[in-house]
Every structure is written in structure tokens, then in C-alpha cells.
């Protein structure tokens, strides 16, 4: 009896290296949107400073950074490899 099956190596991996790039680069993404959000401590804690706490890079840029690194990481699970 012979093989006539064709015998091709299995890849098992879920996703490619391009898949992984794009989920680094999601990542960094939100990363940075987190870093930008982050702060707005004052140093004498009886005083509030309402320009740290309310500027426009935390309440605006902040947030769309971080949608957007969400955005890219849905686009990295989705994207299927190159035949």
C-alpha cells in the first residue's frame, strides 16, 4: 500500500508574526494613552489645580489613544496571514 497523501508541515500557530507586530504596536498604543492620562498630582494636596487635572491631552487625546490602540488590537486578532 503506498502514501499517495500529500505530507505538508502542520502550522498550528493561531497567528503569524505580522499578527504579533500588530498586537505590539496595539499595545504601545494604549500604553502611551495611559502614560499621557496619567498624573495631575498636585504637591501641596490643599490646592486644586484645575489645569493638570482637566487639560486637554488627558481628557481628549488620552482617551482617543487608548480607543485607538483597542482598535488596532482587534485588527490584529482579525487579520488572517497571506496564503
Known sequence: MSNDKKTTPANNSLFTRENYIWMLAGLAVMALGFFLMAGGKSSDP???NDKDV???????????????????EI??????PKA
Open 54 to 72: 482637566y487639560s486637554p491631552v488627558r481628557i481628549t487625546v488620552a482617551p482617543i489613544l487608548i480607543i485607538g490602540g483597542l482598535l488596532i
Open 75 to 80: 485588527f490584529a486578532i482579525m487579520k488572517k
Open 46 to 48: 490643599n490646592v486644586f
